[in-house]
T-cell receptor
Framework: AQSVSQHNHHVILSEAASLELGCNYS??????LFWYVQYPGQHLQLLLK??????LVKGIKGFEAEFIKSKFSFNLRKPSVQWSDTAEYFC?????????????FGSGTRLSIRP | SQTIHQWPATLVQPVGSPLSLECTVE??????LYWYRQAAGRGLQLLFY??????ISSEVPQNLSASRPQDRQFILSSKKLLLSDSGFYLC?????????????FGSGTRLTVV
């Protein structure tokens, strides 16, 4: 069965620091990869996604993620965080051709930014 | 445009009482529908998904059940709530195979069983 691991449960950074949140998945076939973000009191929303092509994916609000197939990783990065990036971040994976399109989520990483 | 509605937003129920949470999608047809539970410190757990009317797949054994009486309606139920059913329940939908479009989530229901 697929699984997604986010090893950092809570990350605390100062504004302008660089961010990298780790995500590893376990599935040997074709995968689609996602990062979702949940700002305090708001819906889960899609930050970025990877399906194929360039393994470096750019999303909203200056975030990017790199798919490294050999490492089964899809780490999220941002060169300079802002206080408004305080949120919970979820990595997710989906089998490439599943008819039910189930997406499996990691346990999430809570990001706190000190102003 | 497509929208997803989920209600109620918050719910406090006593142990042993029944539960019914409703989710409806507008602006699309034959969506894939999902119920997730977000428990503190445990991330998002897929509970049920449905690819069509009357078709329900359960991901984890539990005290809950799901039904899809209409194409764009997905209901999460329980006959008798347990304390462990407390959590934040999210409905989501997507279309297409391979998860090409990701999910769109509802606003969630915070359930507290007391």
């Amino acid at each position: 069965a697929q699984s997604v691991s986010q090893h950092n449960h809570h990350v605390i950074l100062s504004e302008a620091a660089s961010l990298e949140l780790g995500c590893n998945y376990s599935y040997g076939g074709t995968v689609n990869l996602f990062w979702y973000v949940q700002y305090p009191g708001q819906h889960l929303q899609l930050l970025l996604k990877y399906f194929s092509g360039d393994p470096l994916v750019k999303g909203i609000k200056g975030f990017e993620a790199e798919f490294i197939k050999s490492k089964f990783s899809f780490n999220l990065r941002k060169p300079s965080v802002q206080w408004s990036d305080t949120a919970e971040y979820f990595c997710a994976v989906n089998e490439g051709y599943s008819s039910a399109s189930k997406i499996i989520f990691g346990s999430g990483t809570r990001l706190s930014i000190r102003p | 445009s497509q929208t997803i509605h989920q209600w109620p937003a918050t719910l406090v129920q006593p142990v042993g009482s029944p539960l019914s949470l409703e989710c409806t999608v507008e602006g699309t047809s034959n969506p894939n529908l999902y119920w997730y539970r977000q428990a503190a410190g445990r991330g998002l757990q897929l509970l049920f998904y449905s690819v069509g009317i009357g078709q329900i797949s359960s991901e984890v054994p539990q005290n809950l059940s799901a039904s899809r009486p209409q194409d764009r309606q997905f209901i999460l139920s329980s006959k008798k709530l347990l304390l462990s059913d407390s959590g934040f329940y999210l409905c989501a939908w997507n279309q297409g195979t391979g998860g090409l479009y990701g999910y769109t989530f509802g606003s969630g229901t915070r359930l507290t069983v007391v």
